[in-house]
Every structure is written in structure tokens, then in C-alpha cells.
């Protein structure tokens, strides 16, 4: 098979078309190209995420990147910026764990997938806190 010589680089998953007389490489988040040999510029703390991951396309990501970039201050490619305040997977459902990592934060970027969709939201105010939060319940 057009696969066996591993052509797909930085951990990218190799598809045989075309009776295995050709590939397709689907590249993990961060990588493109036919083989995922360039790299995406980014700076965001995102690209370990599984939201991006197993959709063989990195228009998302990409599409994030650029609407980020144009709508904040973050402007370079440093990923000095942007840190996970809460992540699902690793922090449950518990709001006392995302208010303890989000609240007053200046600007954050929310990221979800159900099932192949991706909806996100960004905010250049901070979470409210706790009171707020509780109030809203």
C-alpha cells in the first residue's frame, strides 16, 4: 500500500485512495500539507485540545487563529499569552474549577464540540466570579 513507507510526518494518519496507488495524510492540529510536514503558525495553548482532533481538516484551527489574531491584542506568535483556564477533560463538570481558573481573566476564547460540529464564543470582559454565577443559577 501507498502507506507503508509511512510518508505522513509529525503524527499525522495515512489513508490508501485510489486502490493504495496514492495516500491522504490526516494531520493532527498544527500540521498541514500532504505529508502534515508544515507547520501552522500559532499561539494558541490549544493545539493539544481534542476538539480539533479526528476531522482530517485544519480549516478550524486555522479559521480560529485568524479571528483571534484580528480581534485581540494578541497579535504575534507567541504563545506567551494564552493559557487553558478550564478544560473539560481535565477538570469535570465542577464551576467551582472553572471560576477558580477563569474569572477575571481580560479576554478568553470558549471552545466545544457535539459530535463533528465546533461552536465557540470569545469575550474581552472577564467571567463575573462566583457571586454572579451563583446568582444566575
Not at 86 to 97: H, P, S, V, Y
Request: charged content about 25%.
Amino acid at each position: 500500500s501507498s502507506c507503508e513507507s509511512l510518508p505522513c510526518k509529525n503524527n499525522g494518519s495515512c489513508v490508501s485512495l485510489y486502490d493504495r496507488q496514492d495516500f491522504k495524510c490526516e494531520c493532527v492540529p498544527g500540521w498541514k500539507e500532504k505529508t502534515c510536514s508544515k507547520e501552522i503558525p500559532t499561539f494558541l495553548d490549544v493545539l493539544s485540545s481534542s476538539i480539533f482532533e479526528n476531522h482530517g481538516n485544519t480549516s478550524y484551527f486555522e479559521a480560529l487563529i485568524g479571528f483571534v489574531k484580528t480581534n485581540s491584542d494578541q497579535k504575534n506568535e507567541s504563545a506567551s499569552g494564552w493559557k487553558k483556564c478550564f478544560w473539560l477533560e481535565r477538570d469535570g463538570m465542577n464551576d467551582t474549577a472553572f471560576h477558580s481558573g477563569c474569572d477575571k481573566k481580560s479576554v478568553t476564547i470558549t471552545i466545544a464540540r457535539v459530535g463533528k460540529y465546533i461552536f465557540g464564543g470569545y469575550s474581552d470582559k472577564p467571567w463575573g466570579g462566583m457571586k454572579l454565577a451563583r446568582f444566575l443559577r
